[in-house]
């Protein structure tokens, strides 16, 4: 049968001019079985063959579906279905029931006493689908983490080794970092994160005990709560994988690291601050490197009145364009996607990052490293001799990157960059302030957007209501002869309860005109820049974000937690 499969791949291979050196498939068919799925790892794990071509070719010679289990979705009923050990041992992640029937993903579709056992213990007629070895593993693992899982482990620990933890030497402790408890504990931890969609885990040590909260859909839900006793070994164990001196507790310390999921990696950036009762620990989840399905401009869901002239504005020839919000609204996302839109061969784009969140073709990306004194603005200083037509700058943090940034879009250059500030036309002062001279900014600036990223309500759930009269006048003039419909979320199990799944970005566009330039060279304020902005269709971000909730993709309690406050109409 093995034979019979190879023979059929390697001609569907030929057939997609998907051509392999016979060295190269010797080699790897002396260290895997290539009638096998692991052969299929092999291949992409040595870039011979393209990750989804190569697994849609194996299905297709296997004549079954290829599914990728880590972004597929999985339904609780039928994880339900199959318990966590037998998924382990056999290989089989449960993905949906239908009726009767089991959708399950296997490496070994045809496996016969696999199927025969599944269908037992399910009680339904399983129906294959196939997926990489590793892509199972790693998804069983994520998929059927929970809560409950966690703080079982937890206390199974505190009950053998609590104690000893806490009394342990940094030496000691460093050895307990590297015990198989504390990694599966660590480990079970970072999978349900990815699984609940989160961007920030807390690790915050408290008086009495330790408090896990995740951040999910821009709110903080805690998940876990247990003694101090173990928070010690999860320091150091953080520590550790990052590469940071585990010993030092006085300082704070930052670091990053990385880990297999499937055939991609996930990166953590980690920050250890002390606090009266312990270090805190701080680890953002960034997005899956490999991963090509990031947003584009056009699925971001951007009022048209905002990515019409935003569209336009990111193909000028030169100048400067910044994106501004609070730390986690999207900023690094929406700056991908405009450079994914005019991204091709006939243009140089480099980007400086701290960190690179995401590998994109075609772009050369560079990374700042403050340990060794490799900042923003050195690295902006050398890149301008490598003839960009393109740069983005992650942030400018100071006078000196602000202004080597400026003097690069005065002289031919189209710079992206962000900077925090409240709204889009602080951001214009802000350069002044920094001390940028307002001549040098006018010229300059060709626009800037301002996001901030509210909670999504849940498509499962979402009902309409009619608003209270008090409500209302809270946000629009005239509010007793408005008749509106607003939307919410119940509640259910696909959103925990919450209401709310997901993200949803509103926006606020400022078009830099001949009249904003030449208030910004009079060192104007924000009010008279205000007023000239709303003369070329300037709307502030509470306007976009009602919008929004009229439209049913957020609350208006939402808009009103994250928007300052303006009259909407």
């Excluded at 002869?481 to 799944?501: A, I, K, M, P, Q």
Aim: hydrophobic residues 40%; aromatic residues 6%.
């Amino acid at each position: 049968m093995d034979a019979i499969i190879e023979d059929k791949f390697l001609s569907i291979l030929q057939a997609n001019n998907i051509l392999i050196h016979s060295e190269d498939y010797e080699r790897l068919a002396v260290r895997f079985d290539s009638g096998s799925a692991e052969f299929v790892e092999a291949l992409i794990r040595e870039n011979l063959v393209a990750h989804h071509k190569a697994c849609k070719l194996w299905a297709d010679s296997l004549a079954v579906a290829y599914v990728d289990p880590l972004s597929s979705l999985v339904m609780p009923e039928a994880l339900e279905k199959i318990p966590h050990d037998i998924a382990s041992k056999t290989g089989a992640l449960p993905l949906y029931r239908i009726d009767t029937h089991l959708t399950v993903a296997l490496s070994d579709p045809f496996n016969e006493s696999t199927m025969r056992r599944l269908e037992g213990i399910s009680g339904l007629k399983v129906s294959p689908v196939f997926a990489l070895p590793c892509e199972i593993r790693d998804a069983i693992e994520v998929h059927y983490s929970s809560e409950v899982s966690i703080q079982e482990s937890i206390e199974a620990l505190e009950k053998t080794e609590g104690l000893l933890v806490s009394e342990l030497s940094p030496s000691d402790l460093a050895n307990m970092g590297e015990s198989r408890s504390i990694i599966k504990i660590f480990d079970s931890l970072l999978y349900l994160a990815i699984k609940e969609r989160t961007s920030d885990i807390h690790i915050e040590p408290e008086e009495e005990s330790t408090r896990i909260r995740l951040r999910i859909d821009g709110r903080l839900r805690e998940v876990l709560r247990f003694s101090k006793s173990i928070l010690k070994a999860l320091t150091v164990r953080a520590k550790i994988l990052c590469g940071v001196n585990v010993s030092d507790t006085r300082f704070p310390q930052d670091g990053r690291f990385t880990i297999s999921l499937g055939t991609n990696k996930v990166s953590f950036r980690v920050s250890f601050i002390p606090t009266i009762d312990g270090e805190k620990i701080v680890i953002r989840i960034l997005a899956p490197s490999g991963k090509k399905d990031f947003l584009t401009l056009d699925q971001m869901l951007i009022s048209q009145s905002v990515l019409n002239p935003f569209k336009r504005l990111i193909k000028s020839p030169n100048g400067i364009i910044f994106v501004t919000g609070p730390t986690g609204s999207g900023k690094t996302t929406t700056l991908y996607a405009a450079l994914q839109e005019i991204n091709g061969s006939n243009v140089n784009i480099s980007t400086i990052e701290d960190p690179v969140e995401m590998r994109l073709e075609g772009l050369v990306q560079s990374q700042v490293n403050n340990h060794i004194d490799l900042s923003f603005a050195r690295l902006l200083r050398s890149l301008l001799r490598q003839d960009p037509d393109i740069i983005l700058v992650g942030e400018i943090r100071d006078l000196e990157t602000a202004k080597i940034a400026t003097e690069a879009a005065l002289t031919g250059h189209l710079v992206f960059s962000t900077l925090h500030s409240n709204n889009a036309i602080q951001s214009i002062v802000r350069l002044v302030e920094i001390g940028i001279p307002a001549y040098m900014v006018a010229p300059s600036i060709l626009g800037v957007l301002a996001q901030r990223l509210a909670a999504r309500i849940c498509d499962k759930c979402k009902e309409s209501y009619v608003p209270s009269v008090g409500l209302l006048e809270r946000f629009f003039h005239d509010a007793e002869d408005c008749e509106v419909s607003l939307y919410r979320g119940r509640g259910c199990n696909d959103c925990r309860g919450t209401g709310y799944r997901g993200r949803i970005a509103f926006h606020e566009l400022v078009l830099v005109t001949e009249e904003i330039r030449s208030l910004i060279s009079d060192n104007a304020g924000l009010k008279d820049l205000t007023a000239a902005a709303r003369n070329v269709g300037y709307k502030p971000l509470r306007y976009d974000g009602l919008k929004k909730a009229l439209l049913g993709l957020t609350t208006i309690e939402e808009v009103e937690k994250l928007a300052g406050f303006e009259w909407a109409t």
